[in-house]
Every structure is written in structure tokens, then in C-alpha cells.
Nanobody
Framework: QVQLVESGGGLVQAGESLRLSCAASGIIFSISTMGWYRQAPGKQRELVATNTFRGDTNYADSVKGRFTISRDVARNTVFLQMNSLKPEDTAVYSC?????????WGQGTQVTVSS
């Protein structure tokens, strides 16, 4: 059974930082593509960042230079370091894993950035 458990969300002021974590189980983490997505109220879910098992990364234009995705294979965990947060970054952030033919999602963690 695949499980993705996010943590690290919260309420911060504009300009501050947060680090999200996603602990994965039930998949071979080392060969999975991991990603972070977000959904703001009234908007569609959008890609934030992805990280392949080869180390390739991809970021949404809106977060380039501010967010960094990384993984710790020994801990089966993927991180999203978010710096210089803006109010428009407010959303529910969800972890995503692509492994084999499966696509898996975590339950999401709320990030709120006040101005």
C-alpha cells in the first residue's frame, strides 16, 4: 500500500520560508518521480516542482529561484524548500509520486502566506 504523508505547512508572513516534507512508503522511492503540486481556493491544481530519480528537476515559472525540491533516498522523503514566500503562494500543497504505472497523492498540507 502506497502512502505519502506531508508535513511542514503553516502560516507565515510574506518573505519568510517554510520547508515541506513528504515521507513515502510502499514504493521504491529511488526509482520514483516525486513532485509537489498546489491548489489555491477557486483555482485548478498546478505543478510546483518535480524531481526524477535521475536528479532532473522542473519548476513552475512562478517559483523558480525561490523553491527547491530535493530528496533523501535513505529516508524515502522528498522536500520542498520554499523561500521568499508570497501571498499568492497560499494553497494546499500535495505530494505526488509516479512509480511504475501508478500515480499517487498525499493528503495535502496547507500553506498560508500573509501580507
Amino acid at each position: 500500500q502506497v502512502q505519502l504523508v506531508e508535513s511542514g505547512g503553516g502560516l507565515v508572513q510574506a518573505g519568510e520560508s517554510l520547508r515541506l516534507s513528504c515521507a513515502a512508503s510502499g514504493i521504491i522511492f529511488s526509482i520514483s518521480t516525486m513532485g509537489w503540486y498546489r491548489q489555491a481556493p477557486g483555482k485548478q491544481r498546478e505543478l510546483v516542482a518535480t524531481n526524477t530519480f535521475r536528479g532532473d528537476t522542473n519548476y513552475a515559472d512562478s517559483v523558480k529561484g525561490r523553491f527547491t525540491i530535493s530528496r533523501d533516498v535513505a529516508r524515502n522523503t522528498v522536500f520542498l524548500q520554499m523561500n521568499s514566500l508570497k501571498p499568492e503562494d497560499t494553497a494546499v500543497y500535495s505530494c505526488n509520486a509516479r512509480y511504475g504505472n501508478g500515480v499517487y497523492w498525499g493528503q495535502g498540507t496547507q500553506v498560508t502566506v500573509s501580507s
